[in-house]
């Protein structure tokens, strides 16, 4: 079998407080692959530790977060050992990151061609002329209009959709092999939303890149990826093809995501999940969704379950399937 693009194993990132007083386990055990061309969702609800593990992945924590274990193998070479100056070649140059909010990666003193042409001047070495044609014809790939004109204009000169769209000029600049898009369309409304999501299908397909796609919106998802996993409490409780998550789901908690997207049509209440996420930083025993599960057995609250791959490469991190394919 052939390395995949990238393969997270067993990555554990932690927050730590004052002299150590509080830790919290943000990202703990999480483990998948990513192929060449492929799109994989992360999935969950907010403070999952979706974000946190993609910036571990780029090593790209703040000071309180440390990658206390694991590994992050990008074909076969492992980023948590590298040194910070290695990482900043990779950064831009191998794996690039969409933001949510456009205008964190935006600086508004810069004119947009300064900044889409930053990634492809220090990692493909362009100049000049050369440079300035990378510049137009980014901009013309994400659609942006008079590409001449809006690369002498700022940030604030632009609208939100075009602002992202910008960001995901800047995101190819650099000629990366995984671009990780986080949320990158919570902040636009549904037609550009639609648009944006189009645009970076086409991008994918013709340019080959990876993407990791974070979102908490399965809509998205069903458009977007290929393989889905969901997190909970830092984990990764269920891995699936994108239309098995939606047919057969194998995790309670994947389930209750699944029943809280609105039925068109449909007169019944909005399900809800009950309850609220635990607190990272003093997580329950066993596992960490039975508080909230509503299929939850005594086992449930003392033993943390096992991760159960399926023969299809599918996983699911729950007692109640193995129970049943124990005494089914």
């Known amino acids: 079998m052939s390395t995949p693009l990238l393969q997270v194993s067993d990555l554990r990132t932690y927050f730590f407080g004052f002299r150590g007083t509080r830790v919290v386990k ?3 055990g999480v483990s998948f692959t990513l192929e060449a061309g492929e799109t994989l969702g992360l999935v969950g609800e907010s403070g ?7 910036h571990a992945i780029v090593r790209a924590l703040p ?11 990008l074909q076969g070479e492992d980023l948590v050992s590298k040194p910070v100056r290695e990482m900043r070649e990779i950064r831009g140059r191998r794996i690039a990151t969409i933001l949510q909010d456009p205008m964190a990666s935006l600086d508004p003193l810069f004119s947009i061609y300064n900044q889409v042409a930053e990634p492809a001047y220090y990692h493909q070495s362009l100049r000049g002329r050369g440079l300035r044609e990378r510049v137009g014809k980014l901009l013309t790939s994400v659609r942006i209009p008079s590409p001449e004109t809006r690369m ?3 940030p604030h000169q632009m609208s939100g959709g075009m602002r992202q769209r910008i960001v995901g000029a800047i995101a190819q600049s650099g000629g990366p092999q995984i671009i990780i898009a986080d949320e990158p369309t919570t ?7 639609l648009q944006y999501l189009e645009l970076l299908k086409e991008l994918q397909q013709e340019s080959g890149v990876a993407l990791i796609f974070v979102t908490h919106d399965l809509g998205i998802v069903a458009k977007m990826c290929d393989k889905v996993a969901v997190m909970y409490a830092g984990k990764i409780v269920e891995q699936q093809s994108v239309r098995g998550l939606f047919y057969h789901p194998q995790h309670p908690y994947t389930q209750a995501l699944l029943d809280a997207i609105p039925k068109l049509g449909s007169k019944d209440d909005l399900y809800a999940i009950a309850g609220q996420p635990p607190d990272l930083s003093s997580l329950p025993s066993g596992c960490s969704f039975h508080p909230r599960c509503p299929e939850v057995m005594d086992r449930c609250a003392v033993e943390e379950p096992l991760e159960r791959h399926m023969d299809d490469g599918n996983m699911v991190k729950c007692w109640r399937p193995m129970q049943e394919a124990t005494h089914g």
Not at 187 to 193: E, G, I, P
């Open 26 to 28: 943000a990202v703990d």
């Open 48 to 54: 999952c530790g979706k974000t946190t593990t993609c």
């Open 63 to 73: 000071p309180s977060g440390r990658i206390v274990g694991g590994r992050v193998e």
């Open 152 to 154: 002498k204009e700022f």
């Open 187 to 193: 902040n636009l409304d549904v037609t550009v939303q």
